[in-house]
């Protein structure tokens, strides 16, 4: 499945991957641009308008983190991160900067692509307008009538794990971290109480997913957040 | 050296010389009396000419007991009143006959004579006796310090023993002082009390640097004012009390091994211990050393031999210690730069095989080559991790990043992750419904159960199934990871959990390549479940295969809520 003609921009001072990602994003149909620092980066970003951003932090000069959030300040163009760096504090961080989502290195490529089709196909819905009501498989939700449904069962949900599973379809495809959904659900003043989330989330799965221990729609990223996956 | 005094009075305590001689004099007297009574009463004269030699007896044991003054007197005294008494004309004192004189003389005679040969003697019994005592000291102090392994204790030792020998020379207190790693000198041992307790003031430093340096003894005397010899007993807790009034000083006197000063020790004197022990040097002959100083400073060579032995042995520990280190060091280095290659092999071996110009290999072929690209590259990145995260822990780096989580989200989460090698098998996983949250570093915990599920995969044969479960007891949550595998070797379930060690002549089955893994996997999980609070260990299962099981800590308000519901519903 290839979405031709969009473009996306791979960010990256390590020419070895920048090519491979290349070749196959263009194999795919893709419509592929490289930068290998920060500034050139910043420089495509205005003069290409990507539809996708591929960025690595681990940049020279100016750091990933930084592009990051110079992008995020113009535009809402998806960014997907691409970093060594393996402790969980780094990933927060760059998705609280607005990355969306994030790959560890070394990386599959059929990942990277798996990515980039989730985040333009999410892209495409959000330009479209959001959608009343949100079909996934067996899970069913009317936001104008707040009523959930799996496999055309009513479920009841507490107002809590309601507001969660919004938050959580509102942002399908991107990651969100701890921090981002204690604050959209829970209100600012919650940062610190992280294990409210896991338990929220537990409740969640077991009432929409149908094998909890599985999940399919609500996924754990490690260590950092949740995501929520339509696929 | 007898002095003359030690000839006159045997055995005399210096303080009572007016008092002995009024005591021998009495004693003469009296014997002497009593025997010229004797011979009078008993009309023995002239009935035995020879009866005066009665009084030779006494001059003898008078002089082997109480010295020549003694023994004199008695002849003296024994004449005059024999004299008196006994000879013609009686009751006057007259010596009219010349036996009369040759006999006074004779026993004047006696009286010396005997009289320096049994202070001789008895000098030299003395001597023997002490140098007994000297040698039995020097044996015990020997003997004492041997037995004892640490330098502070032996150095306690010798500043007791020389407190107890040398008590009699004026030496109250004893203290030893050690060149510390910087070089400055600090309070070893001491006689008295606990070396934590004590402390030196600075005059007393400096001295005790002087005397380093210059390798000669130092006095150093407290204040005259009473403040400050008052300064001066505050920071000794024990004081000498029925010394108290006497003048103390301190005398600092040097440590030497050979030409070197090694230390120095701090004496306490009393003021009678003016000239000892007298200074030393490479000049001086053996016999220009009073006994006494030579003795002392047999002691002294005693401790510097002690504190150079421990030196010498601190050293040599070191040694030893660089040496295993760095055999430990290159055997790591060897077994890692093995277990990086390994899988770098067999990507390059794949990658030039499917370069090969001349072959043209059919697609399931090339298939495989890719496959195994893949493979070894994220058995390379699973090795890699662990070394990082070993490094980490022995660096002491590591420090989890603590949030709660519920164990069953990283359970499932790695299980699911390791779908390709856990391929094939059955696993069953059984977690508990009353799991509570735990506080837990999420990628830590996660790289915990991969290293162990790993584990599992590569010890037992394919196929065989793995079970995961996961319970709370005794306020822990308690995770089990156990297989159907050979189990292990019952010397080695402690062992397996060493850096680099892998259990020997496990049986490889399949297609499993050898010898995998580098060891540090379970170095890792225990490194990382310690670091959360918990234990590891390893069992092997009473039917058949090995299972590994960890603790974590949870806090008891969780333990009653279990999955409830906080306050924000």
């Known amino acids: 499945m290839s979405k031709s003609g969009a473009r996306i921009l791979v960010v990256d001072d390590e020419i070895e991957i920048t090519r491979a990602l290349q070749r196959s994003l263009t194999a795919y149909g893709y419509d592929v641009f490289t930068a290998s620092n920060g500034e050139e980066a910043l420089e495509s970003v205005a003069q290409h308008r990507p539809d996708l951003i591929l960025l690595d932090l681990g940049l020279p000069v100016l750091s990933g983190l930084e592009v990051c959030k110079r992008v995020r300040e113009q535009s809402s163009t998806p960014i997907i991160v691409l970093s060594v760096k393996d402790t969980e504090r780094d990933k927060v961080q760059a998705l609280d900067l607005g990355a969306d989502d994030y790959v560890s290195k070394p990386f599959g490529i059929n990942e990277v692509l798996a990515r980039v089709r989730v985040a333009l196909r999410h892209t495409a819905q959000v330009q479209s307008g959001t959608v009343p009501i949100f079909v996934a498989g067996p899970l069913q939700v009317d936001f104008a009538q707040r009523n959930v449904q799996v496999d055309g069962k009513d479920i009841k949900l507490t107002p809590t794990e309601y507001d969660l599973l919004k938050a959580l379809i509102k942002n399908r495809g991107k990651i969100m971290t701890r921090q981002m959904l204690l604050t959209q659900v829970w209100g600012t003043g919650y940062g610190t109480e992280a294990h409210y989330l896991h338990v929220y989330i537990g409740q969640l799965r077991r009432k929409i997913e149908p094998d909890p221990s599985h999940p399919r729609f609500i996924l754990t990223v490690s260590g950092v957040g949740y995501r929520f996956s339509d696929e | ?569």
């Open chain 2, 1 to 569: 050296m007898n002095t003359f005094e030690d000839v006159l009075f045997l055995g005399l305590p210096e303080e009572r010389r007016y008092l002995r001689y009024i005591t021998d004099t009495v004693l003469a007297t009296v014997l002497s009396l009593l025997i010229t009574g004797i011979i009078y009463l008993g009309k023995l004269y002239p009935t035995i000419p020879n009866i005066s030699f009665l009084y030779l007896l006494v001059v003898l044991a008078l002089s082997v007991t109480r010295g020549l003054y003694a023994s004199l007197v008695t002849s003296l005294i024994a004449f005059l009143s024999f004299d008196f008494t006994l000879v013609q004309p009686l009751f006057t004192f007259t010596i009219a006959k010349t036996e009369e004189w040759l006999a006074l003389i004779i026993f004047m005679i006696t009286a010396i004579v005997t009289g320096r040969l049994a202070s001789g003697l008895r000098q030299r019994a003395m001597q023997a006796s002490a140098r007994e005592r000297e040698a039995r000291a020097l044996y015990e102090l020997v003997n004492a310090t041997t037995s004892e392994d640490r330098l502070g204790q032996q150095l306690d030792i010798v500043a007791k023993a020389i407190v107890e020998n040398f008590a009699s020379f004026g030496v109250c207190d004893c203290a030893i002082l050690l060149p510390g790693t910087t070089g400055r000198l600090a309070l070893e041992a001491d006689a008295s009390q606990d070396v934590s307790q004590l402390q030196i003031s600075l005059d007393e430093m400096r001295t005790a640097e002087s005397v380093m340096s210059q390798g000669r003894i130092i006095d150093l005397y407290a204040g005259d004012e009473a403040g400050t010899g008052v300064a001066y007993y505050r920071f000794r807790r024990i004081v000498d009390v029925s010394r108290q009034n006497s003048q103390r000083y301190m005398r600092f006197v040097p440590l030497q091994q050979g030409h070197e000063v090694i230390g120095v020790v701090r004496l306490v004197m009393s003021e009678k211990g003016r000239r000892f022990p007298t200074e030393r040097n490479a000049n001086m002959k053996q016999e220009q050393l009073g006994h006494n100083d030579t003795f002392f400073w047999t002691f002294l060579d005693q401790t510097s031999g002690m504190i150079e032995h421990a030196r010498l042995q601190r050293e040599m520990l070191q040694i030893e210690l660089l040496k295993r280190t760095d055999s430990l060091r290159s055997a790591l280095l060897s077994s890692v730069s093995h277990d990086l290659r390994t899988p770098l092999a067999s990507i390059k071996a794949s990658a030039s095989s499917l370069l090969q110009e001349d072959v043209e290999w059919d697609d399931e072929t090339k298939r495989s080559f890719a496959i195994t690209i893949e493979r070894e590259s994220d058995r390379l990145n699973r090795l890699v991790g662990n070394l990082l995260d070993m490094s980490r822990i022995e660096g002491g780096a590591l420090k989890p990043e603590k949030e709660w989580y519920p164990i069953d989200e990283v359970i499932h989460d790695v299980v699911d992750r390791m779908r390709g090698i856990l391929q094939g098998r059955e696993i069953q996983t059984h977690l508990s419904d009353d799991l509570p949250p735990v506080e837990i570093d999420y990628l830590q915990m996660d790289q915990v159960i991969t290293n162990l599920l790993e584990n599992a995969a590569r010890y037992t044969p394919i196929g065989s199934p793995i079970e995961v479960s996961a319970e709370v007891i005794d306020g822990e949550v308690k995770i089990s990871i156990a297989d159907r595998g050979p189990g292990i070797p019952a010397d080695d379930l402690e062992r397996i959990f060493d850096k680099f060690y892998r259990v020997s002549g496990t049986p490889r089955k399949g297609n499993q390549s050898s010898t995998m893994g580098t060891g540090l996997g379970l170095a890792v999980c225990r490194g990382l479940v310690e670091a959360h609070g918990g234990h590891i260990w390893a069992a092997n299962r009473p039917d058949g295969g090995a299972i590994f099981q960890f603790t974590l800590p949870v806090s008891p308000f969780h333990i009653q809520q279990g999955r409830q519901a906080t306050p924000l519903s």
